[in-house]
């Protein structure tokens, strides 16, 4: 999620004498999928990944949240807010939270004899929050929240936006509450607003890392960490590559070049393209004036052997690599990653004749310059094949191929998993089909 809302920022300095500490807090992510359809017919899903933080005190309020990348504020529906969007989903009680503050946007205490308040509205791609300011104690854990945030780890007290009215499309369509933005601090309207931000500066100790695993199978928990990384979910060295104009917000990387097999992608040859890492997209975005060059690139034939073969999956056929050089290192995806599941009939030119290609997914992206227009975002496609490594103290972003773990599956299954062996695009890759002889 790319929201529309951003300000000044500061920066986080660990003191020299500091000890920082070695606790690491993660919390399962369970994955939803939402199903598009057209005609009445599921033509694609969505996809969101969501875990619980809880809120205000003495008895905490929990709440499932959307990690976000993309985003800089903590968004909670009010109890106030009547909405479809709203009411679908767990409302935060202000009354019922004797740690909340009403705040103007500032942080300046609300007066007892206010008629009017300060307000926001932030944009969410498709959808849109209205709402206003609350001071509260946010944490990762019940048991934590019950003690108060300046009694505990794991806890912070922040502005948080409560949402007065939510869009129908796309809250009302998840199963989460809110949305929690890991944005850089300049993405948040203050640097009081950023959670992992006033994490740091509350609970001096904590290493200034997050890091995201998401799963690949059903019945695995994805997960975020904050405070460092798990080297569990890590299956090769640490890269690491500088964020890219900061002043953004945006955890961004710059791109030298493109390649998919040994042809490069000419609209990023002057090395003048980037890309947004965001947990809040489901799919590989593309500039759109480098979508219809990288179709082509990334398209290839069925072999005329497997045609005729039912539930052929192009996820599983071979194909080029696409690779992405960056400042300091070096990123792929693969066919599994990049291809939508069933192959097009296409016909051949100046021929009589069609044949099966596979052909790739993408977003197409449209942003103005500062921050587009030729920006890439690399949302779940690449957040799964990577485990990923926020470094907010010295501005640079991880990556170490994920460990996709073996063996049988003990989390419950996601919300609205596709039948297995479901074809449509965003549907997960089966397990493939062993041959007993």
Same mark, same amino acid.
């Given at each position: 999620?790319?929201?529309?809302?951003?300000?000044?920022?500061? =920066?986080?300095?660990?003191?020299?004498?500091?000890?920082?500490?070695?606790?690491?807090?993660?919390?399962?992510?369970? $994955?939803?999928?939402?199903?598009?359809?057209?005609?009445?017919?599921?033509?694609?899903? $969505?996809?969101?990944?969501?875990?619980?933080?809880?809120?205000?005190?003495?008895?905490?309020?929990?709440?499932?949240?959307?990690?976000?990348?993309?985003?800089?504020?903590?968004?909670?529906?009010?109890?106030?807010?009547?909405?479809?969007?709203?009411? $679908?989903?767990?409302?935060?009680?202000?009354?019922?939270?004797?740690?909340?503050?009403?705040?103007?946007?500032?942080?300046?205490?609300?007066?007892?004899?206010?008629?009017?308040?300060?307000?926001?509205?932030?944009?969410?791609?498709?959808?849109?929050?209205?709402?206003?300011?609350? &001071?509260?104690?946010?944490?990762?854990?019940?048991?934590?929240?019950?003690?108060?945030?300046?009694?505990?780890?794991?806890?912070?007290?922040?502005?948080?936006?409560?949402?007065? =009215?939510?869009?129908?499309?796309?809250?009302?369509?998840?199963?989460?509450?809110?949305?929690?933005?890991?944005?850089?601090?300049?993405?948040?309207?203050?640097?009081?607003?950023?959670?992992?931000?006033?994490?740091?500066?509350?609970?001096?100790?904590?290493?200034?890392?997050?890091?995201?695993?998401?799963?690949?199978?059903?019945?695995?928990?994805?997960?975020? &960490?904050?405070?460092?990384?798990?080297?569990?979910?890590?299956?090769?060295?640490?890269?690491?590559?500088? +964020?890219?104009?900061?002043?953004?917000?945006?955890?961004?990387?710059?791109?030298?070049?493109?390649?998919?097999?040994?042809?490069?992608?000419?609209?990023?040859?002057?090395?003048?393209?980037?890309?947004?890492?965001?947990?809040?997209?489901?799919?590989?975005?593309?500039?759109?004036?480098?979508?219809?060059?990288?179709?082509?690139?990334?398209?290839?034939?069925?072999?005329?052997?497997?045609?005729?073969?039912?539930?052929?999956?192009?996820?599983?056929?071979?194909?080029?690599?696409?690779?992405?050089?960056?400042?300091?290192?070096?990123?792929?995806?693969?066919?599994?990653?990049?291809?939508?599941?069933?192959?097009?009939?296409?016909?051949?030119?100046?021929?009589?004749?069609?044949?099966?290609?596979?052909?790739?997914?993408?977003?197409? +992206?449209?942003?103005?310059?500062?921050?587009?227009? =030729?920006?890439?975002?690399?949302?779940?496609?690449?957040?799964?094949?990577?485990?990923? +490594?926020?470094?907010?103290?010295?501005?640079?972003?991880?990556?170490?191929?994920?460990?996709?773990?073996?063996?049988?599956?003990?989390?419950?299954? &996601?919300?609205?998993?596709?039948?297995?062996? &479901?074809?449509?695009?965003?549907?997960?890759?089966?397990?493939?089909?062993?041959?007993?002889?």
């Amino acid at each position: 999620m790319c929201p529309q809302s951003r300000a000044g920022g500061s =920066k986080w300095v660990p003191s020299l004498l500091q000890k920082v500490s070695q606790t690491i807090h993660s919390i399962p992510l369970k $994955k939803q999928y939402v199903p598009v359809q057209k005609d009445g017919k599921v033509v694609a899903y $969505k996809t969101a990944y969501f875990g619980q933080v809880h809120v205000g005190g003495p008895e905490p309020q929990s709440f499932t949240v959307v990690f976000d990348t993309g985003s800089g504020h903590l968004i909670l529906p009010s109890s106030s807010c009547l909405s479809t969007a709203c009411a $679908k989903h767990r409302r935060y009680n202000r009354t019922a939270s004797q740690t909340a503050v009403d705040i103007e946007y500032d942080g300046t205490k609300l007066r007892a004899d206010a008629t009017e308040r300060d307000q926001v509205a932030i944009a969410f791609g498709t959808g849109e929050v209205q709402g206003e300011f609350v &001071s509260e104690d946010v944490c990762f854990t019940n048991a934590a929240a019950a003690k108060g945030a300046a009694k505990t780890d794991g806890c912070v007290n922040l502005r948080v936006v409560v949402a007065s =009215k939510m869009t129908e499309d796309p809250f009302s369509h998840f199963d989460f509450d809110g949305v929690l933005g890991l944005g850089l601090e300049s993405l948040a309207l203050s640097p009081e607003f950023s959670f992992f931000g006033q994490m740091l500066a509350q609970n001096p100790g904590m290493e200034p890392r997050f890091s995201v695993f998401l799963a690949q199978n059903e019945g695995v928990d994805s997960m975020i &960490s904050f405070g460092g990384h798990e080297e569990r979910f890590a299956n090769s060295d640490i890269q690491w590559a500088p +964020v890219a104009m900061t002043e953004l917000g945006y955890w961004q990387v710059e791109i030298k070049s493109i390649k998919v097999g040994n042809q490069v992608l000419e609209e990023c040859e002057d090395g003048s393209c980037r890309a947004i890492l965001d947990t809040g997209t489901s799919l590989l975005g593309v500039p759109r004036q480098a979508v219809r060059a990288m179709h082509r690139m990334l398209a290839r034939p069925v072999a005329e052997d497997t045609s005729s073969q039912a539930g052929i999956d192009c996820r599983r056929l071979p194909g080029a690599k696409l690779e992405f050089q960056l400042a300091e290192a070096a990123v792929s995806l693969l066919p599994e990653d990049y291809s939508r599941p069933s192959p097009f009939n296409m016909t051949i030119p100046n021929q009589d004749k069609w044949r099966l290609f596979c052909r790739s997914l993408l977003l197409p +992206v449209d942003m103005a310059a500062p921050l587009g227009p =030729k920006v890439f975002i690399w949302g779940e496609p690449m957040l799964r094949r990577y485990y990923t +490594v926020y470094d907010l103290a010295n501005k640079r972003i991880g990556f170490a191929l994920a460990r996709q773990p073996s063996g049988k599956a003990s989390s419950p299954p &996601s919300v609205g998993a596709p039948p297995a062996g &479901s074809l449509v695009s965003g549907a997960p890759l089966s397990p493939p089909v062993e041959v007993v002889g």
